[in-house]
T-cell receptor
Framework: AQSVTQLGSHVSVSEGALVLLRCNYS??????LFWYVQYPNQGLQLLLK??????LVKGINGFEAEFKKSETSFHLTKPSAHMSDAAEYFC????????????FGQGTTLQVKP | SAVISQKPSRDICQRGTSLTIQCQVD?????MFWYRQQPGQSLTLIAT?????????ESGFVIDKFPISRPNLTFSTLTVSNMSPEDSSIYLC???????????FGPGTRLTVL
């Protein structure tokens, strides 16, 4: 079975500081991995995705993530946090047999302090 | 990409009643899904909405409780039947357009059951 673990349910950074949100996955097949962001009272927006091409993936709003097979990780980073980055972030892995089904981590709330 | 809308955006319902949520996509999509996000939690897949046939439900979800329709390639409905307060959640529709590597989400329907 596939699973996703996000380390840290709540991360707080200062504006301008590095953002690092951790995601580890378990998969018996080569995974597709995704990061989504959810702003308050809104749906999910895709930040970036890994689909077996380049291991360093660049997304929207200055975010990027690196796929590390040896560590089964897909951590999300941003060099400099902005107040508008405060939101809930979800890591997800695609289901087995390419069914399109997503398995989500528990989410990480990012707080950005002025 | 695909733009997804949902109706209603929110509702407050009485115990024992049913609510039907509509999901409309602005283009034909290959796959559609329904997820539930319980308060303060991550997303859990309810079912895959299959066009022209019965939906495929995940473990713990049954058709009698969550009947789903998908009459064409752009529209789906989810009904939450015989509601109880435990059904209070955000229900999100999602869709995959073209290739199977990007899933887009609707804004969600926030349901409160009294």
């Amino acid at each position: 079975a596939q699973s996703v673990t996000q380390l840290g349910s709540h991360v707080s950074v200062s504006e301008g500081a590095l953002v690092l949100l951790r995601c580890n996955y378990s998969s018996s097949v080569p995974p597709y991995l995704f990061w989504y962001v959810q702003y308050p009272n809104q749906g999910l927006q895709l930040l970036l995705k890994y689909t077996s091409a380049a291991t360093l993936v660049k997304g929207i709003n200055g975010f990027e993530a690196e796929f590390k097979k040896s560590e089964t990780s897909f951590h999300l980073t941003k060099p400099s946090a902005h107040m508008s980055d405060a939101a809930e972030y979800f890591c997800a892995v695609s289901g087995i047999s390419n069914t399109g089904k997503l398995i989500f981590g528990q989410g990480t709330t990012l707080q950005v302090k002025p | 990409s695909a733009v997804i809308s949902q109706k209603p955006s929110r509702d407050i319902c009485q115990r024992g009643t049913s609510l039907t949520i509509q999901c409309q996509v602005d283009s034909q999509v290959t796959m559609m899904f329904w997820y539930r996000q319980q308060p303060g939690q991550s997303l859990t897949l309810i079912a895959t909405a299959n066009q022209g046939s019965e939906a495929t439900y995940e473990s713990g979800f049954v058709i009698d409780k969550f009947p789903i329709s998908r009459p064409n390639l752009t529209f789906s409905t989810l009904t939450v039947s015989n509601m109880s307060p435990e059904d209070s959640s955000i229900y999100l529709c999602s869709a995959i357009a073209g290739g199977r590597d990007t899933q887009y989400f609707g804004p969600g329907t926030r349901l409160t059951v009294l």
